[in-house]
Every structure is written in C-alpha cells, then in structure tokens.
C-alpha cells in the first residue's frame, strides 16, 4: 500500500458512519447521493446482493434475517451474527462499512484510499479497539491510528486555537455514551477522565419507546407486535423517527399500516405519543449519563468554574431532556463544535492532516448567536411574574426547530400575546424584542385543553419563523422574521440601530433594516426593553392575555428522580411514588400550579424517606 496515499478520517458509528478528508485547505466531510451519513447497516437482498446504507436500512423491516445493525456493540465480543444463511464476526461487518466508506472517499478524491485514522468510543477497551483495527484492515486500510470519539470533537472544535482550555466532551451516540474531562494546551490535548457506558445510546431510547407502543397496542388489540421480527422492526424503525421528531415537537403521532392481523384481519397501528411520555419512559437512562459526567468530573479534579466549555457529540444529544439536564447540572449552555453527527468524523481527518505534516484551517459552522423565546407567566395566582422562556438555546447548531408548551391563563380567555424575544436573562429587560403577534378567538375551547404550542424554524440564513396554535380550538398564527441571529451582539445592534434614526429619521426604514417588514403583519417593538419596568401586579398578571408556562423546571427533574427510586423502593413505598408521579403529572394537565407545587414537595420528602 501506498504511504502517499491520503489519509481520511473515519468514524465508525453504531447507527451512522461518516467519513472525512482535508480537502482544498480544509478538512470536510464526504457526501454520497447527496448525503453524508452512512447508516452502519449491511445486509443481504434476496438474491444474494450484498447492501450497505440506505439501501441496507430499507429492507432490514422486512428481511430482518438478511440484514445486521448496531454492529458496533458487539465489537471486541467473540460471536458471530447470522446475516442470510451465513455467520459473520463483528469485525468482518463492520468492515464492510468501512470498505464503503473508503470507495465514497476514492470517489471524490480521485485515488486509491488506503489509509486512516478511526475513531472508537472513550471507554472502548483494548479488546474492542483491536477488533476495530482488524476491521479497517479488512477493508484494505492500513489504520494510521485509533483515537477517542472525545479527543476528535476537541480538536474541531480547537482548530487553530493553542489557548489553554479545559473541556468537557459529552458524547451520545445511537449505541455507546462516552463523557471526558479534557485538557488542551499550544495544540496538545490530554484527556484527563473519562467514563460511559459501551451498551447505552439513542437505540435503547428507541427500544424503551417501541416497549411503550407494543404494550398499548396489545392493551387494545390483545396482538404483540414484538413476537414477530417483520413487525417489530417496522414498529422499531417508527419509533426511531418518532424519536426524532420528538426532539423538535412536543408530540409525534406514530402509524403504520397493516403491522399485524387477528383472525385474518388487518390491524393499524395509531398512537400518539408527547414528549413527555417519551421523556419519562428514558429519564433513568439520562440520569445514568449524568451520574457518569459527575463521576468524570470527580475524578478529573475539576470544579465547574474551572471548566471553559461543555461540548455536545453524537445525534443523541439532540434530546431536550439530554440539554436540559446538562443545562442544570453545568449552569450553562451546552454547545456543538460542529453538526453532532458529523463532529468526529472531521475531528479525525483533522488528525489525518496533521499525521500528513499538515495544519488543518479552523472548521466554520453557524449557530444561534442568541436564545429566541417568548415571553411568559412563571408561577401561582399568588406568586406569579413575568419571564423569558428560551425556544431555542444560543449555540445551537443551524438550522434548528424546537417547539414548547404554554398554556392560557383561564378557560374563558379570548386571546394570547406571543412575544418574541432574544436574549440570555431571564429578565425581559436585559433582553431585546424582536417581534409579536396575537392568538385571537379562542372562545369555544374545551376546558380542559388550553395548551398553546409554540414552535421556532430558524433557518441557516438567519430567518426566524414563529408559529403558535391553540389546541383547543385550533387557532393558528405565525410571522417571519428576518436576520433574527444577527452578527452583532446587543450593544452594537442598538448602536448601528441609533445611527440609522439619527441619519434617516424613518421608522420604516428601521424596521425594515431589524426584520419587521409590513408584509409579516405585526408591530415591531424594538425599543420596548428600554427603561421599560416589566414587574406586575398580581392582578395584572391574572388577567393577562401572556401564555403561561408549563410549570417549573425542577418539576421534571424530580419526576425523572422518582422514576429511577421505583426499582429499589419497597413496593409500598414504589406504590406511593407512582400515585404521586401520576397525581402531579395531571396537575401539570390542568396547569394548577399551586396543587402541582404541593405535591412536588411531598414527593420531594419521600424520595428523601426513601433514598436517603
């Protein structure tokens, strides 16, 4: 083999793979068909064809025999998997991703690629980091060198940047965990602690998810879906999407046509799931990463303040639960070095370029500038006060849809306020308004459904689409706002802002230049943060027209603490939690903060009975 070869940077996922060269002075990811992910899927078709990627992913529903996934967990294990009516180790499946992987590289590059630089999980052990070198050299790759999923999101995200900084590199992919405590310094990286989990990702989200329909669509049609492989897979492959889509919209409706039958009729699946529900069925998973981020952190020696940047890797972290707690475990923004599925293949052809004598450019990628939210009631009648609830957290990587639940503040209410914010605080003054409209006619409600769902579309080019509909009766608005991430941050924005008054002395022309054109049919309220006084009387919040928040963030978190206690409470003691759990999710519902706050602390004493 060749030693003038290239050397691309691979990695080697559980549900994707990517890889990535450094090309006309950057280092870049490799697309196929107009995509850059590879689903680590192999199979067989019925003739005997051999499949990879897409193609590969499309059968495995209906020949689950002839196709093998998430062959990565099995790596350094000494089996075989059956794929048609052959037996084949880990190694030899996971090269012919690998073999994939390197004629897209030869492909785009022109020339034979026989040379690489993988990437492993963290917490791989030797067993497993040798099974991944056999597999490249399988491929026909000679592997250059193995190194940590970490180390090469760390140095994407430091290209360049020889400061001295200390990281911390959470890593949620479809089927290994990984949290490191990383040091870098003049271009050396040490990873100072690390701690995960090989069998914990994004696919038991999905198998934790598949487990909750299966059960409903037996309690009502008295069928397992999961008895049978062709309709447990396509019951997995819905979840997964589902999952996905939970991670921008607060529920997901979940059908499939004819998945089974009984007594030679045809049975549909139909079942709407909330983000919620989802949340609660893999908060104990969670929690588990979190307890290894506390456990990377003690060893490591670090205290918070001494920790730079909380870097996200894999498309897990994509989760809401997964940023939230990270949020409040590291009281800061967690953000993305570069696209979390794309991260560490980039992160390994920066290494590939540096194993060739060359130093990589910085990688580009655009995020959010700013949080973007809305402007809502916090609290009970007798404690209530006006705040910024972000949408979407500044750092996010671009483009990106998230989508919230509030809630009118009485069931005769004919009206909600949806102001657009942007801004760090949780104080609207320290913030800057960047647009409004108004929910109107909302008479005719049910009762008991008041839930406004609030959704944000920020697009690559800055342009922010916000859209709300109330459930109950189904009254919907949106605006577009142009520029809404604007480069400039918010003292240079009213400056710039200032001087077009002063020069024009034209309001329009103000607004045009902020993004508040005539055609988005609202009032632009850009000076409204200045000198305004947003404290209010309870008896002016009581009536307001504002959404009201869907109860206090602490509330999750110890719902998630209560469903992890019930595997080793007593069963009284599980039975308690469990009627509580119930009792404060339907207070949640009915958005009755004072009993939901009531029995949030009687649920917080007894898990303190109970675990100590």
């Known amino acids: 083999m060749s030693s003038d070869s290239p050397i691309v940077g691979i990695d080697l996922g559980t549900t994707n793979s990517v890889v990535a060269a450094f090309i006309d002075g950057q280092v870049q990811v490799i697309e ?53 009516d052959g037996e084949f180790s880990p190694q030899e499946i996971s090269a012919i991703v690998l073999r994939t992987l390197r004629d897209r590289a030869a492909a785009k590059l022109g020339c034979p690629v026989t040379r690489a630089v993988i990437t492993v999980p963290a917490f791989f052990d030797e067993h497993q980091r040798q099974a991944t070198r056999e597999a490249g050299e399988l491929a026909g790759l000679t592997v250059e060198r193995i190194i940590n999923e970490p180390t090469a999101a760390s140095l994407v995200y430091c290209a360049g940047d020889d400061s001295m900084k200390n990281l911390v590199v959470y890593d949620l992919g479809g089927g290994t965990f990984d949290v490191s405590v990383v040091r870098m310094e003049q271009g050396v990286i040490e990873v100072l602690t690390s701690k995960g989990d090989t069998q914990l990702g994004g696919d038991d989200f999905d198998f934790l998810l598949m487990g909750f329909v299966a059960r409903a669509f037996q309690s009502e049609h008295d069928v397992d879906l999961l008895a049978d492989n062709r309709s447990r897979w396509r019951l997995l492959q819905a979840c ?155 750092n996010s990587p671009l483009p990106a849809r998230y989508e919230e639940t509030f809630y009118t503040g009485h069931e005769e209410q004919e009206a909600a306020e949806i102001n657009v914010w942007q801004g760090e605080s949780e104080n609207l003054a320290h913030n800057r308004s960047i647009g409004e409209f108004r929910l109107e006619g909302l008479t005719g409600a049910s009762d008991s459904d008041r839930r406004i769902l609030v959704r944000f579309d920020l697009s690559l080019d800055g342009t922010l689409s916000v859209s709300a509909r109330h459930s109950g009766s189904g009254v919907h608005h949106s605006i577009q706002i142009q520029n809404a991430t604007s480069r400039l941050d918010s003292n240079e924005r009213q400056a710039a802002t200032d001087r077009i008054r002063e020069m024009f002395g034209d309001d329009e022309l103000i607004d045009s230049l902020t993004g508040y054109g005539d055609s988005n049919d609202f009032t632009a309220t850009i000076d409204r943060q200045t000198g305004s006084d947003f404290s209010a009387s309870r008896a002016d919040l009581a009536g307001s ?68």
């Not at 104990?284 to 307890?291: D, Q």
């Not at 730079?308 to 070095?337: C, H, K, M, N, Y």
């Open 32 to 84: 196929a068909d107009g995509t850059s992910l590879l689903p680590s899927i192999v199979g067989k078709t019925i003739d005997g064809k051999l499949v990879t990627g897409y193609e590969a992913r499309n059968q495995l529903a209906a020949f689950p025999d002839l196709t093998v996934a998430s062959i990565k967990r099995k790596m350094g294990q000494d089996v075989r998997v059956k794929m048609g």
């Open 240 to 394: 997964e999407k589902a999952k996905c889509t939970l991670s921008s919209e607060t529920s997901v409706r979940i059908t499939e046509e004819f998945i089974a039958e009984k007594n030679g009729s045809p049975l549909n699946l139909d079942i709407t799931v909330s983000r919620q529900e989802y949340e609660d069925l893999i908060a104990a998973l969670v929690e588990k990463t979190i307890s290894c981020v506390d456990q990377a952190m003690n060893d490591s020696g670090m205290t918070l303040d001494r920790i730079d940047d909380l870097i996200l890797v894999g498309g897990s972290t994509r989760t809401p639960l997964v940023q939230r707690r990270l949020r409040e475990e590291f009281q800061r923004e967690p953000r993305w070095a570069v696209n979390p599925d794309l991260a560490v293949a980039l992160g390994a052809a920066t290494q590939a370029a540096i194993q060739n004598g060359v130093t990589p450019g910085p990688v580009l990628v655009d995020v959010a500038t700013h949080s973007l939210g809305i402007e809502a009631i916090k609290g009970d009648y007798l404690n209530r006060r006006l705040m910024f609830c972000p949408v979407i957290h500044r």
């Open 545 to 612: 027209p504002l959404p009201h928040m869907a109860g206090d963030a602490k509330v999750p978190q110890l719902l998630s603490r209560a469903q992890s206690a019930l595997a080793s409470a007593a069963r009284e003691d599980a039975d308690e939690i469990r009627q509580l759990i119930d009792s404060i999710q339907s207070a949640i519902e009915n958005n009755d903060n004072e009993l939901e706050s009531s029995l949030a602390t009687e649920l917080e004493d007894l898990l303190f009975y109970v675990t100590g």
